[in-house]
T-cell receptor
Framework: NAGVTQTPKFQVLKTGQSMTLQCAQD?????MYWYRQDPGMGLRLIYY???????DKGEVPNGYNVSRLNKREFSLRLESAAPSQTSVYFC????????????????FGPGTRLTVT | TQLLEQSPQFLSIQEGENLTVYCNSS?????LQWYRQEPGEGPVLLVT?????EVKKLKRLTFQFGDARKDSSLHITAAQPGDTGLYLC?????????????FGQGTILTVHP
């Protein structure tokens, strides 16, 4: 049981290049999320997927696209990277721990450290 | 948009000291969670509190959810160097679907031997 895995672990891009960050979970969770983490700003939600086949914007979606390929996999794509997208990106999945209540617990991957020059 | 404010932002203490980290909001949360993150890794869930006034203990860590479910605190007794890390609180709005969390900015704790 690997939990949440992310690839790659590190990436350096030039401005304007594109790339896809991969995420997979083996916990059979319905919901998955992409966050970015910047110093002093905590974690900010980029996109989330409530279930297979659905995706929705989070707090900071501009410049990103996502694909929920199946229940296990949720990818994040940068079409034209910009220096402002230099950050650490985390994927997470969650399970509802109490039926009938909005109480979920999220599990995070190890992160992708992206630098855009 | 709900906001969670954590304080202090930085905490540097000696081994054996006690400390408290606070997480405050003007909004009500249906649940609140605390995560710990070590350098180069993702956040790891420590605890989930749900009921106003709830207190949970995890070894030397005590978590409390405010009566009005707008605030929470994390108290560490006799801190050890292994407690060093980034502590994050995160809340779920009862009107939010699918487990979306609002995170505080985090508290960087350093415990010196």
């Amino acid at each position: 049981n690997a939990g949440v895995t992310q690839t790659p672990k590190f990436q350096v891009l030039k401005t304007g290049q594109s790339m896809t960050l991969q995420c997979a979970q083996d916990m059979n969770h319905n919901s998955m999320y992409w966050y970015r983490q910047d110093p002093g700003m905590g974690l900010r939600l980029i996109y989330y997927s409530a279930s297979e086949g659905t995706t929705d914007k989070g707090e900071v979606p501009n410049g990103y696209n996502v694909s929920r390929l199946n229940k296990r996999e949720f990818s994040l794509r940068l079409e034209s990277a910009a220096p402002s997208q230099t950050s650490v990106y985390f994927c997470a999945s969650s399970e509802q721990i109490r039926l009938g209540q909005t109480i979920y617990e999220q599990y995070f991957g190890p992160g992708t450290r992206l630098t855009v020059t | 948009t709900q906001l969670l404010e954590q304080s202090p932002q930085f905490l540097s203490i000696q081994e054996g000291e006690n400390l408290t980290v606070y997480c405050n909001s003007s909004s009500v949360f249906s649940s609140l969670q605390w995560y710990r993150q070590e350098p180069g890794e993702g956040p790891v869930l420590l605890v989930t509190v749900v009921t106003g006034g709830e207190v949970k203990k995890l070894k030397r860590l005590t978590f409390q959810f405010g009566d009005a479910r707008k605030d929470s605190s994390l108290h560490i007794t006799a801190a050890q160097p292994g407690d060093t890390g980034l502590y994050l609180c995160a809340g779920t709005d009862s009107g939010t679907s699918y487990g979306k969390l609002t995170f505080g900015q985090g508290t960087i704790l350093t415990v010196h031997p």
